[in-house]
């Protein structure tokens, strides 16, 4: 469904994706991992068009939407849902506006119909009765869930989750989890979750895509990935630092 | 050697170059979206209803001042009736429109970047990409369309009380006899006047909007970047005033002179 060949993005004299590929069948759920600063959330944003590469293709169902210009591109969004890694919620609207963001501008929808939508989409997330504040008045964990709504609430086919537990406390989290595992399985969502928490990527991942030094280093199921002889991987995976020398 | 000259003059002309696009996106968006109702009321009401004061302000004295400067000189030779007369054709064509233009451009050029620019580093324009929504149909249309409808009112508005105030001053203040000035300042000033004044305040609108949304959209990175871009917006929609101002009036008095 989505197909990324040869990408590379370089900003000022930092390449930072050097040749990216990986190809996300319809219905799987992808988990990316890989250092902080090592380019995954610039990925993503290649995914669904907002970034423009230096090179390479882009194939959504086969169209290179690198080659789309922004008003060709609204089309092929309306089928992807993205949590931002900030969540960037609207600071200017309601929780409840926030959401139904993409339903009231749709025009086919009732009042009624997208309050009762916010409301089921806000339980899920677990913050029912926060329609009526405003992103300023919520915490970054609540303001992540938000954001999670927002991107689930208009049925998209394609969702993309940038660190969707960070900031989140464990059971926040777990619950999170299994919310992203039911859209994908329920709803046949393709999930692409960018994740440092190893416990979410063994409970959301059929697949894992390790990128490292701009490109897809390893992939696997998340037991090959814990399991990995791979000197790179296993670091990883279990966390452990290089062992450089301290010099203080 | 002739490094820093060539980099700036690319950087002026890409700039120029990212400017003309986004305004042909207005356009063709204008002509092909459907405008949301709520949104241009929303930025009418801000940029037309909350600038009235700052701008009635600057209108009225104006006015005044202009008024007392023409009789100072005008009574020397005995043209005090003339003085009303000279106010109105001045305000209605040039102080007018000029003056509201600088001041939105100072409360509203401002506020559209710092606003614009804001949701770019916050990446909110990047969450309205992905929610189907284009930058220019959603946050730059309606800014544009509600600060060339605003302009112009705001610019009647403050010509006429810079002229009522002229009026207070003249009679009240410096004893100029009513009835005569009135009848003056009818004769003289032209529905031509009042024709370029509306036209140089549409222009002027189209400029404050188009370039305080412009630098919002590109705006540099982190708060010092929004500042920055707040800075020029207001800057640049100032010069770009002024000068069209002169180049206006050359024209249009050409092109009126046909009527
Ligand atoms: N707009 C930009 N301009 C310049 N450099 C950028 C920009 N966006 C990202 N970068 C650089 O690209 C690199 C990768 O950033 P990215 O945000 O993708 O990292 P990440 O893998 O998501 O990290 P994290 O896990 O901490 O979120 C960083 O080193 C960053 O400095
Ligand atoms: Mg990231």
């Known amino acids: 469904m989505i197909e990324v060949r040869q990408l590379r993005k370089r900003f000022g004299d930092q390449q930072v994706l050097d040749g990216v590929d990986l190809t996300i069948e319809q219905g799987e759920s992808l988990v990316i991992i890989g250092r902080s600063g090592g380019g995954k959330s610039v990925l993503l944003k290649h995914l669904v068009g907002l970034t423009h590469p230096d090179s390479g293709q882009v194939l959504v169902e086969g169209q290179d939407i690198a080659q789309l210009d922004e008003r060709e591109l609204l089309g092929v969004r309306r089928k992807f849902g993205m949590l931002f890694q900030s969540a960037a919620l609207f600071d200017s609207l309601t929780v409840e506006e926030n959401i139904a963001f993409v339903l009231a501008r749709e025009r086919n929808h009732t009042p009624e119909e997208i309050t009762r939508r916010v409301a089921e989409a806000l339980e899920m997330v677990d913050l029912p009765g926060t329609q009526k504040k405003k992103p300023a008045e919520l915490s970054g964990g609540m303001r992540k869930r938000v954001g999670l709504a927002r991107a689930i609430i208009y049925r998209p086919e394609v969702i993309f989750y940038d660190e969707p537990t960070t900031g989140l406390d464990p059971v926040v989290a777990d619950s999170i989890d299994k919310l992203i595992l039911r859209v994908c399985n329920r709803l046949r969502v393709t999930s692409i979750v960018v994740t440092h928490d190893m416990r979410s990527m063994q409970t959301v991942g059929r697949r894992v895509a390790m990128l490292h030094e701009g490109r897809i280093y390893a992939t696997g199921t998340p037991q090959e990935m814990m399991s990995s002889a791979d000197p790179v991987v296993s670091r990883f995976v279990r966390g452990i630092s290089d062992e450089k020398e301290h010099t203080f | ?259």
């Open chain 2, 1 to 259: 050697m002739l490094d820093l000259p060539v980099q700036i003059i690319r950087g002026v002309l890409a700039g120029l170059g990212r400017f003309s696009l986004m305004v042909m996106e207005v356009v063709r968006s204008l002509a092909t979206q459907r405008l949301s109702g709520r949104d241009l009321v929303a930025q009418m009401y801000f940029i037309g209803v909350k600038s009235q004061t700052v701008v009635l302000v600057t209108g009225a004295f104006t006015g005044m001042v202009l008024c007392a400067q023409t009789y100072f000189q005008f009574h020397k030779v005995k043209m005090d009736t003339a003085t009303l007369a000279v106010v109105s054709v001045s305000m209605c064509g040039e102080l007018g429109p000029v003056l509201t233009a600088l001041m939105v451009a100072g409360r509203v050029g401002a506020s559209m970047a710092a606003e614009l620019g804001t949701m770019k580093v916050t990446e909110q324009v990047d969450a309205l990409r992905t929610l189907a929504a284009h930058p220019i149909d959603y946050l730059v249309v309606p800014r544009v369309v509600a600060t060339v409808l605003a302009v112009p009112l705001l610019t009647a508005e403050s010509v006429a009380m810079g002229i009522l105030s002229a009026y207070l001053v003249g009679v009240h203040l410096l004893q100029i006899d009513p009835g005569y000035s009135v009848v003056n300042m009818l004769r003289f000033t032209d529905h031509r006047d009042v024709l370029m004044g509306f036209i140089k305040s549409l222009i002027f609108g189209g400029i404050i909007a188009t370039t305080g949304c412009y630098k919002g959209m590109h705006c540099g990175q982190g708060a010092e970047g929004v500042g920055h871009s707040t800075t020029e917006a207001v800057v640049y929609a100032s010069i770009a005033i002024l000068m069209s101002n002169f180049f206006l009036t050359l024209l249009l008095t050409r092109l009126l002179a046909l009527l």
